[in-house]
């Protein structure tokens, strides 16, 4: 059947139609589905005059279009590319030159455009282009060799047969060869590339952290600088060499490149630490087909044979590793967790690192290092190094001559060697590095030995060193700094009989023992003999028994009972009860609130030291011989800082402040002088106890909250525990507050305040007062007079008010703020602060907000000055700093440089007198540099910056910012957006920033400043705005490559550098006070124009007046703007 067609033609369905087409036909379709198995009966298509040469054949969707006349011509034939619908291809396309067959179309090129959607696109036979477009697209090749692109989204493509090229674009791509040899490029993104099990594939993973797997066969992977981090996991299931995979690093270097292993997988960092490539299972050593590949530098190609001549670090995990070492040297770290960590043949090294480690170094001869944590470390066969580390470790060398490395911090750790070597140069070192066998302790528990060589934290204790069954556990020489012990020296040697950690029973005999509890509540008995018992920790009973015995406490809450014998007994910490029992003893209960009585009726000496706790002394001595006193001696204490005091019967001396204190049974009992037989010996002086009678005591608190007050003379009043309120009366008072968050009044009087421990408040009141904050958050008030306050430790408040006064710090003084209200600006009433034994050349100096931060001693300390920065008080700034070596005024503070930073929000910054660095961030912020060389940094945000006075560095950053310089020679940044700088007085180079418009502004008396920027076009030029001056006032000159821009009359101008060297630099605007304005292209007119005229040194041109102000007028009227 023979049709011609017009618009829509619809033929029998199965049989042969012919369409026929002449030029100017318009816009036809033809739906016929033909007899897709049978050639013969393909539909014709007919194009009369017309040649296939000059026919564009083009695809749309899934339709197929013709344009055999031009444009405006065109046949569809809907449906013709539908992979589901063969029957729509039965066509034969015939021209006067040719006739085209449904093959000659497949062998054609056809380009496919998705949407901004997510769409799914299918190519045919032919050799198909796809653009995806944006949107998460699926795009299948089909058959032919296709060219398909993800372009944006999350895309997946499927290359189908044929060799294809695979383009993901942006997002995260899913690329899949299938068939052929192809070409991946991941592109941007995290992407999955596939290769084909049939072909040979390229695959290049672009940016991001993509996953690669080439497939059977050989395939070459290609990386460059920036690829990410990214992961080879081939199939290939082939060793041989033609099927050995090229990796390929463009640009890179082997010698540059880090080869590294993790698990059993290989690491190449080619391009420095952002850029990664894994290997997966490359090292497993059932699948050598993982190793199938050839590494391709600029330099070199490495082989399989290369990478297994390298030696690799292993390293674990967090977690609780096993990990294993080949044949090779091999370095294993086991990092975090309790590791297992098995060498393997070779000479390795093995590090534990953190964790409670198992490290085997099996065959050969190990290094193995242990770490943190209690580990276990067995050399195995070979010489082998051992070194636990820190942590109680256990130490196996195993066969032939091992070497035990120790330093100090190793912990307790145990050696137990099956070395069977009686041969003395085979024998076992054990090596104490920067250790001398001067200081190291030997001693004995069970059979086993045990050497302390850094004190008593670490020791090594050998198994079974004594054992006379088993002569193989002493083969060994100790390795001291200075000397080496062989098993000789050691059997020459005395020990000491130690406990244990448990709760001991240990008993001496009649020689003279030293006897050591260790931990636990041990029980020791001295027996006969000058005995040394040492409790250690725990709760324990020491008996010296008979004999001059030195008894020794340690931690814990001991007894002590010397016995007969002129006996020393030393408490410990704790709170020990101490009994001298008969002869001359000597009694120190060390820290903690001890019992002691030397023993009645003879004559015994107490000792005490600061810190020694809460004391009580039970002795009835004889009242008639003085010779007997017993002595109570203060080391290191003065009698004027000593504080008498009276509890009921019982006298109360404090030598080193409220928390130690020495109390006396009885003292003051009326029936038995016997309890006052005592001498008082401080570091000056020595009292008798008829001496204490007489002197007036001072007023103590309780455990409890007490409320304290002192009369009219001059008192002393200690708070003692609790939360106490102290209030000194008239009079020059001392209040000591002690423990607990106290109250302290000094009122009337030159008083002295001491906080103590807690939280305290103290007021000075009236007077030139001393306030001592002590440990706590204190707040100290110091009120009228000239007073000195020192915080002490803890994050103290401190305010001296009003006139001179003297703050004083010293290191670990704490987080301290000073508020002072004083109202003076005359520099002898300035206050001092003082930094005791502190350098200015280690002070660092920092603002925040209007706040001045000194810190004198480190990170951990710091005062914060409050106010200091505030521009309307001077008073906040009537401070001299005093330090060691040099004292600060204020105009030292004033040259310093402070860096300001600014918040995200919109922040008002005021610099100072001094050279501020002052950072908006983002914001719009508003930044006032005030005096000083001031850097100012808009960053983020539409900010407004005024340099103010000084010489200004003004950067805008991103945002329309306005840049205000202000007094003095500054340079001004715009950089991004549209930016409006004002140079203001001085000399000022402007920088409005390149490709962009910015405006610049100047005002009478700007001097002579300097502009350079840059602009592609008239859109982007820039404006100079001269508010002040008219269009007749300003005069242009050409020099060099610069425009000058004087005002006639004074020494203003503006130099626009580098106009004459580049377009770029003549995108400007001119703009005057009497609303002219001029631009780029007239400019040269006026320069030409002006140039046969000169100008003296105040910009006045050199002719008549009248003449000059008739050609200027003339000029102006013929090239400037209304």
């Not at 340099?947 to 560095?953: L, T």
Request: contains cysteine; proline residues 1%.
């Amino acid at each position: 059947m023979n049709k011609t067609v017009k618009n829509i033609q619809t033929g029998n369905d199965w049989a042969k139609d012919r369409y026929f087409f002449q030029p100017g036909h318009g816009q036809s379709i033809v739906r016929d589905k033909g007899n897709e198995y049978d050639k013969a009966q393909y539909n014709d298509l007919i194009f009369t005059r017309a040649c296939a040469s000059n026919a564009t054949f083009s695809r749309s969707g899934n339709d197929l279009i013709i344009k055999a006349y031009g444009p405006a011509d065109y046949v569809i034939l809907p449906d013709y590319f539908n992979p589901n619908n063969a029957y729509s291809r039965a066509f034969n396309f015939v021209f006067t030159d040719k006739t085209l067959s449904r093959n000659d179309i497949a062998a054609m090129t056809f380009m496919l455009n998705g949407t901004n959607i997510d769409d799914v696109l299918y190519g045919w036979e032919s050799n198909d282009i796809i653009n995806g477009g944006a949107g998460n697209d699926t795009i299948y090749g089909g058959s032919g060799n296709d060219t398909l692109n993800g372009d944006s989204g999350n895309d997946h493509l499927y290359g189908g047969y044929g060799n294809d090229i695979l383009n993901g674009g942006d997002g995260d791509d899913y690329l899949e060869g299938e068939h052929g040899d192809n070409m991946l490029v991941g592109g941007n993104g995290n992407d999955i590339l596939i290769g084909s099990d049939d072909g040979y594939n390229v695959l290049i993973g672009g940016t991001g952290n993509d996953i690669l797997a080439g497939g059977d066969g050989k395939d070459l992977y290609i990386f460059q600088a920036g690829h990410g981090r990214d992961v080879i996991n081939d199939k290939s299931s082939q060793t041989d060499v033609s099927s050995i995979n090229d990796v390929k690093f463009e640009k890179a270097y082997v010698k540059n490149a880090l080869f590294s292993r993790s698990g059993n997988n290989l690491i190449i960092e080619a391009y420095g630490g952002n850029d990664s490539v894994t290997l997966t299972d490359y090292f497993c050593p059932d699948s050598p087909q993982k190793r199938a590949f050839n590494f391709i530098f600029e330099d070199k190609t490495l082989t399989v044979e290369d990478i297994a001549q390298m030696t690799f670090v292993i390293n674990g995990t967090w977690i609780d590793d096993i990990i294993t070492g080949w044949d090779s040297k091999d370095i294993i770290s086991g990092w975090l967790g309790n590791d297992t960590i098995y060498g393997g043949k070779g000479d390795d090294i093995l590090y534990g690192d953190a964790g409670d480690d198992w490290l085997y170094g099996e065959e050969d001869n190990d290094t193995l290092n242990g770490g943190d944590g209690n580990d276990h470390l067995y050399g195995g066969n070979g010489q082998d190094v051992l070194n636990g580390g820190s942590g109680n470790d256990f130490l196996d060398g195993g066969n032939g001559k091992d070497f035990y490395i120790f330093q100090s911090g190793h912990g307790q750790d145990t050696i137990q060697d099956n070395s069977t070597d009686t041969d003395k140069t085979q024998f076992n070192d054990v090596i104490f590095e920067n250790a001398c066998f001067a200081d190291a302790k030997f001693s004995r528990s069970g059979n086993n030995l045990i050497i302390k060589a850094y004190g008593d934290k670490d020791s090594v204790t050998l198994t079974d060193f004594f054992n006379p069954d088993n002569q193989y556990s002493r083969s060994f020489n100790f390795v001291f700094s200075d000397k080496t012990l062989s098993i000789n020296d050691i059997a020459a040697m005395t020990f000491i009989i130690d406990g244990t950690n448990g709760d001991d029973i240990l008993k001496g005999w009649d020689s003279n023992d030293i006897i050591n509890g260790g931990l636990g509540n041990d029980i020791i008995y001295g027996g006969n003999g000058n005995d040394i018992l040492n409790g250690d920790d725990g709760n324990d009973k020491l008996y010296g028994e008979n004999g001059n015995d030195y008894l020794s406490g340690g931690a814990g809450d001991d007894y002590l009972d010397g016995g007969n014998g002129n006996d020393i007994l030393i408490g410990g910490n704790g709170n020990d009860t101490l009994i001298g029992g008969h002869g001359y003893d000597i009694l120190n209960g060390g820290a903690g609130n001890d019992i002691l009585n030397g023993g009645d009726w003879e004559k015994d000496r107490y000792i005490f030291q600061a810190g020694h706790g809460q004391d009580i002394i039970n002795d009835l001595g004889s009242s008639t011989d003085k010779e007997q006193y017993n002595d109570v001696v203060f080391e290191n204490a003065y009698i004027q800082n000593v504080i008498f005091s009276r509890s009921g019967n019982d006298l109360i001396i404090k030598a080193y402040g409220g928390n130690d204190s020495v109390t006396l049974s009885n003292f003051f009992s009326q029936s038995n002088t016997g309890y006052r037989a005592y001498n008082f010996v401080f570091a000056d002086i020595t009292l008798p106890a008829d001496i204490i009678n007489n002197i007036n005591i001072s007023t103590n608190g309780t455990d409890g909250d007490d409320v304290l007050h002192g009369w009219e003379g001059n008192d002393i009043i200690n708070g003692k525990a609790g939360n106490d309120i102290l209030y000194g009366g008239s009079g020059n008072d001392i209040l000591n507050g002690d423990a607990g968050n106290d109250k302290l009044y000094g009122e009337d009087g030159n008083d002295i305040l001491n906080g103590g421990d807690g939280d305290d408040y103290l007021d000075g009141g009236n007077g030139d007062d001393i306030l001592v904050g002590g440990s706590g958050n204190d707040i100290l008030i110091g009120g009228n007079g000239y007073d000195v306050l020192i915080g002490g430790t803890g994050n103290d408040i401190l305010s001296g008010e009003e006139g001179k006064d003297l703050y004083i710090f010293q290191a670990g003084h704490g987080q301290d703020t000073i508020y002072d209200k004083s109202q003076s600006t005359e520099e002898c009433q300035f206050n001092d602060i003082k930094f005791e034994k502190a350098l200015s050349s280690n002070a660092i100096f920092s603002r925040t907000g209007n706040n001045l931060i000194i810190k004198a001693y480190g990170s951990n300390d710091s005062v914060t000055l409050d106010n200091y920065f505030d521009r309307e008080s001077p008073y906040t700034r009537a401070f001299n700093f005093i330090f060691e070596d040099k004292t600060f005024t204020v105009d030292d503070i004033a040259k310093m440089t402070f860096i300001i930073e600014g918040t995200d929000a919109d922040d008002v910054l005021n610099g100072w007198d001094s050279n501020d660095i002052i950072n908006g961030r983002k914001g719009n912020d508003v930044i006032y540099g005030g005096k000083g060389n001031d850097i100012l940094y808009g960053n983020e945000g539409n900010d407004t910056l005024y340099g103010e006075e000084g010489d200004d560095n003004i950067i805008g950053g991103s945002g329309n910012d306005i840049l205000l310089g202000g007094g003095g020679n500054d340079s001004l940044f715009g950089e991004e957006g549209y930016d409006i700088l004002n140079g203001g007085a001085g000399n000022d180079y402007l920088y409005g920033g390149n490709f962009e418009r910015d405006m610049y502004v100047f005002n009478a008396g700007h001097g002579q400043d300097v502009v350079s920027d840059m602009a592609a076009n008239s859109q982007q030029g820039d404006i100079l705005a001269f508010k002040d001056y008219k269009s007749n006032e300003l005069w242009f000159s050409h020099n060099g490559n610069d425009l000058i821009i004087s005002h006639l009359g004074t020494t203003d101008q503006v130099t626009v550098k580098n106009w004459y060297l580049t377009d770029y630099c003549r995108q400007y605007s001119i703009t005057t006070a009497d609303g002219k304005e001029i631009f780029a292209s007239q400019i040269q007119q006026l320069v030409n124009a002006m140039s046969s005229f000169s100008t003296d040194s105040q910009n006045i041109p050199s002719i008549d007046e009248q003449k000059m102000l008739f050609n200027q007028q003339a000029i102006i009227s013929s090239y400037w703007g209304n």
